[in-house]
């Protein structure tokens, strides 16, 4: 597991890589960090903002309660950290790029692919330098 903050970490929970629904998601717990599943967001394929923003409204609830989160996907470099960026970006009201740097420097194992980067920078209106 890979503590973002003290309250939020991401990790990989091993195979499917992409689950058919929410009701198949892991629950429970990682030592004492809630288990939040984004298995069932794509692999490669663009999720639609919705499924960003219910990715992150999930997340950001078990925080806005105390609860310290773990963000799962099957590796724990991709789409884990993504959902975590945005959670970074709209629940800690973090800049987008710090918060990403913040991420590139606590999971060495990150690898957020483009097509997330895109569809982030869409969601939080972010433009490039």
Aim: hydrophobic share 45%; aromatic share 10%; proline share 4%.
């Amino acid at each position: 597991m890979y503590k973002i903050l003290e309250n939020l970490a991401t990790e990989g929970l091993g195979q499917p890589s992409e689950l058919s629904a929410y009701v198949n998601c892991e629950i429970g717990f990682i030592d004492d960090y809630r288990i939040i599943d984004v298995r069932v967001l794509p692999e490669f394929d663009m999720p639609s903002s919705f499924e960003y923003k219910l990715n992150i409204m999930r997340v950001a609830s078990y925080l806005g309660l105390g609860e310290k989160v773990v963000i799962c996907c099957s590796h724990g470099m991709n789409r884990s950290n993504a959902i975590a960026l945005g959670v970074l970006v709209q629940h800690f009201k973090m800049d987008f790029f710090k918060a990403w740097e913040l991420i590139l420097l606590r999971v060495p194992v990150c690898t957020i692919i483009s097509t997330n980067i895109i569809a982030l920078t869409d969601l939080f209106k972010v433009k490039f330098p």
